[in-house]
């Protein structure tokens, strides 16, 4: 869309309200509205913010950062073709944005301009990045005990599909509105939990849809429905954890040839994915600290939860970090994919899939070669398959993840000076806050944060 064409929806449909939403570094979704009568001229040159608003973290602490005090401006700037309307408020449209200075330049505190950073690298090496978020969500409802799940039934049944059919459907609904493909809508494992699942598309677009999903499902649930949404790790202290497994594949620049695809062995990958898994598994603990980023992450991470509990990879191996999802029959050469199971929905998606993206390119630039694949649950391979596997241990938690970040030159560099050490500042404050405030109170302050 371009500016006319915005203005021309506000006035036909009536809008008077818009949001400019970004991402921060905390993967909370914020921004500021604009009434309609200030469109025209707010679609250019933006709502400034202060710069110290990108150092609250996760329990809305503000984080001394040198470079993010509350003195000076940026600016939130409308990507337009982000603009759609939101089908469960009334006369209300959002759109994604840019933090940008004044004059118009990327600021260092962008998490967006990040991944347009790496996208551009990828870009270089002649590659194409396509990727979606698949992600598991509970639905939960206010009761004398506290929030509990709602709308139970066995996992993938008709039955559990039926009782949650009136929010699953709007939910739909709210999506197909917008503009977006719905591949698949199941009742999960977990009692109340569900999954939704959009088709891919390029990386800038895979994350924005992301936060637009996010933001539908919880608007659904709360504002339709009297429910609420957690797209927690572990909203349920006892109860199965939630990912946002990010599904990836590598392609031309034109976008007609997927990378991936091993016209040799269909079933397999090619050696520049070797070459990326590889360098995926090289940065992992680093990468795991922007895919799994809170304090309730590594509750999550857990053996036998198919979460992915290990650096390690495999062919259709649910508790590998890193799985190659097996090709559809006729459809090998589009379809072969890979899935990042360390991955939850705390984490920023511009920050996820940059980590991935530079943490890969490094495997293809370096020619790193990954180790053998898993052929079963990495908790239950022999001590001598674990080694041929080179199966390590992931970062038991928050801070582990955080220093490894701070060790990995690939991604810190990636993600410049200004956000390297925000996200070392935000984040270490949140892993002590949760420590002094200890793990319930953290997981109940996580619950609908996102």
């Not at 996820?352 to 890969?360: N, T, W």
Request: glycine share 8%.
């Amino acid at each position: 869309m371009n500016s006319k064409e915005i203005l021309d929806n506000v006035s036909e449909n009536n809008i008077r309200l818009i949001r400019f939403l970004y991402c921060d570094p905390a993967g909370v979704i914020r921004g500021k509205t604009v009434h309609s009568s200030e469109a025209a001229s707010k679609l250019s040159e933006g709502v400034g913010l202060t710069r110290a608003q990108n150092a609250v973290n996760i329990f809305e602490d503000l984080i001394p950062v040198d470079g993010m005090e509350p003195v000076g401006e940026v600016r939130i700037i409308p990507d337009h073709n982000t603009y759609t309307e939101l089908p469960w408020l009334n006369r209300t449209s959002s759109m994604l944005s840019d933090l940008r200075e004044q004059d118009g330049s990327p600021w260092g505190g962008c998490t967006r301009t990040v991944l347009k950073n790496a996208i551009e690298k990828a870009r270089a090496a002649g590659i194409q990045v396509f990727a979606a978020f698949e992600s598991e969500f509970y639905l939960a409802e206010d009761t004398e005990n506290g929030l509990q799940p709602w709308a139970n039934g066995p996992v993938y049944s008709s039955s559990g599909m039926d009782r949650a059919s009136a929010v699953i459907d709007d939910m739909v609904d709210n999506l197909t509105d917008q503009g977006f493909i719905v591949e698949q809508a199941i009742n999960e494992y977990g009692p109340g939990q569900q999954e939704i699942v959009l088709k891919y598309t390029n990386a800038l677009a895979a994350a924005d849809q992301h936060l637009k999903f996010r933001d539908t499902i919880r608007g659904t649930a709360e504002v339709q429905h009297g429910l609420h949404a957690s797209f927690a790790p572990k909203p349920f202290v006892d109860g199965i954890g939630s990912g946002a497994h990010l599904h990836f594949s590598l392609w031309t620049l034109d976008g007609k040839t997927n990378l991936l695809h091993n016209p040799q062995a269909q079933t397999e990958i090619s050696e520049l994915g070797k070459n990326f898994v590889a360098g995926l598994l090289e940065h992992m603990p680093a990468v795991l600290a922007l895919t799994c980023p809170s304090f309730v992450s590594y509750q999550r991470l857990k053996p036998h939860s198919w979460a992915g509990s290990t650096i390690s990879w495999g062919y259709d191996n649910r508790e590998c970090a890193v799985r190659v999802a097996s090709p559809f029959t006729g459809r090998e050469a589009e379809s072969i994919n890979l899935e990042l199971k360390t991955s939850d929905g705390t984490s920023n998606p511009y920050l996820a899939l940059a980590a991935v993206i530079l943490a890969g390119l490094d495997g293809i630039e370096n020619k790193m070669s990954p180790p053998k694949p898993a052929h079963r649950d990495p908790a239950l391979l022999t001590p001598e398959q674990a080694k041929e596997c080179n199966i390590r241990p992931l970062p038991s938690n928050q801070l582990e993840a955080i220093e490894a970040l701070e060790a990995d030159s690939v991604i810190t560099t990636g993600l410049g000076d200004l956000m390297a050490r925000c996200i070392s500042a935000t984040r270490r404050a949140e892993y002590t806050r949760a420590l002094q405030e200890g793990d319930e109170w953290a997981r109940i302050n996580t619950f609908s944060t996102f």
